[in-house]
């Protein structure tokens, strides 16, 4: 019996694709919308949302790779995976509770539903279909903080030297604001409210936490699996 089952593969197959165009197609109206747009124009690029996609969807055609052979898959792949998962998740979430209300009107892009709402959701599911048939310590859950530590480090490298992530601005997102009123580790009574540092800390802390519930979701789905797969095992050998 293979790793996946023939409904396993056929889901992730359509998962994957979905991914795929989704991430292409979004970035690709994102470069074009002109620098007028939120994340807009060639500037896009320098945004964790659209590296994030270029990630997933590299992942995916990766993972269709995988799924097809019907062999082990490297345990890397899995990890690697499931970080980006946890990361394109962080796009999601952040994009939908703290900067959609922001934008206003023009957060429903079609260029924004895709790489925000469609590629995180495609995502995640893709990963509890996959991870049936994986298995992934719990102890890797601490590695989902190292893309977005990443991030921030690129970002305050930009704001440091300069760098126009939107005209007139030095920054990606609100809350990696250096030289908001709030600084570093101070308060506010406008946006962004609480210092960049805070900000760092609880999405970090958030990052742990989903990483752990999707893995302890994961290691259920594959209990399961397995306990489905030897009862069918037992049932034919009788």
Same mark, same amino acid.
């Given at each position: 019996?293979?790793?996946?089952?023939?409904?396993?593969?056929?889901?992730?197959?359509?998962?994957?694709?979905?991914?795929?165009?989704?991430?292409?197609?979004?970035?690709?109206?994102?470069? /074009?919308?002109?620098?007028?747009?939120?994340?807009?124009?060639?500037?896009?690029?320098?945004?964790?949302?659209?590296?994030?996609?270029?990630?997933?969807?590299?992942?995916?055609?990766?993972?269709?790779?995988?799924?097809?052979?019907?062999?082990?898959?490297?345990?890397?792949?899995?990890?690697?995976?499931?970080?980006?998962?946890?990361?394109?998740?962080?796009?999601?979430?952040?994009?939908?509770?703290?900067?959609?209300?922001?934008?206003?009107?023009?957060?429903?892009?079609?260029?924004?539903?895709?790489?925000?709402?469609?590629?995180?959701?495609?995502?995640?599911?893709?990963?509890?279909?996959?991870?049936?048939?994986?298995?992934?310590?719990?102890?890797?859950?601490?590695?989902?903080?190292?893309?977005?530590?990443?991030?921030?480090?690129?970002?305050?490298?930009?704001?440091?030297?300069?760098?126009?992530?939107?005209?007139?601005?030095?920054?990606?997102?609100?809350?990696?604001?250096?030289?908001?009123?709030?600084?570093?580790?101070?308060?506010?009574?406008?946006?962004?409210?609480?210092?960049?540092?805070?900000?760092?800390?609880?999405?970090?802390?958030?990052?742990?936490?989903?990483?752990?519930?999707?893995?302890?979701?994961?290691?259920?789905?594959?209990?399961? /699996?397995?306990?489905?797969? /030897?009862?069918?095992?037992? /049932?034919?050998?009788?």
């Amino acid at each position: 019996m293979g790793i996946f089952s023939d409904r396993q593969k056929i889901i992730s197959y359509c998962l994957k694709i979905i991914i795929i165009v989704s991430a292409v197609v979004g970035i690709y109206l994102s470069a /074009n919308a002109g620098r007028g747009f939120f994340m807009g124009g060639s500037r896009t690029f320098m945004y964790f949302t659209t590296q994030s996609n270029i990630v997933m969807a590299i992942i995916s055609a990766a993972g269709i790779y995988f799924v097809r052979r019907e062999k082990h898959i490297m345990w890397i792949w899995n990890i690697v995976k499931f970080v980006a998962t946890v990361s394109i998740t962080l796009t999601g979430v952040v994009f939908c509770t703290l900067l959609a209300p922001l934008l206003g009107e023009h957060a429903w892009s079609l260029h924004n539903i895709l790489t925000h709402v469609v590629v995180p959701v495609a995502s995640v599911i893709d990963f509890f279909v996959i991870a049936k048939s994986t298995r992934i310590s719990h102890r890797d859950a601490f590695l989902v903080i190292i893309p977005p530590l990443l991030y921030v480090i690129y970002a305050g490298i930009g704001y440091a030297r300069g760098w126009e992530f939107a005209d007139g601005r030095n920054y990606p997102y609100f809350f990696l604001n250096w030289g908001s009123p709030a600084g570093a580790f101070g308060f506010a009574d406008e946006l962004p409210y609480m210092g960049t540092m805070w900000w760092i800390f609880v999405l970090l802390i958030f990052l742990i936490m989903v990483g752990r519930f999707y893995l302890a979701i994961a290691d259920f789905l594959r209990k399961k /699996n397995l306990k489905e797969r /030897n009862l069918k095992e037992k /049932n034919s050998d009788e």
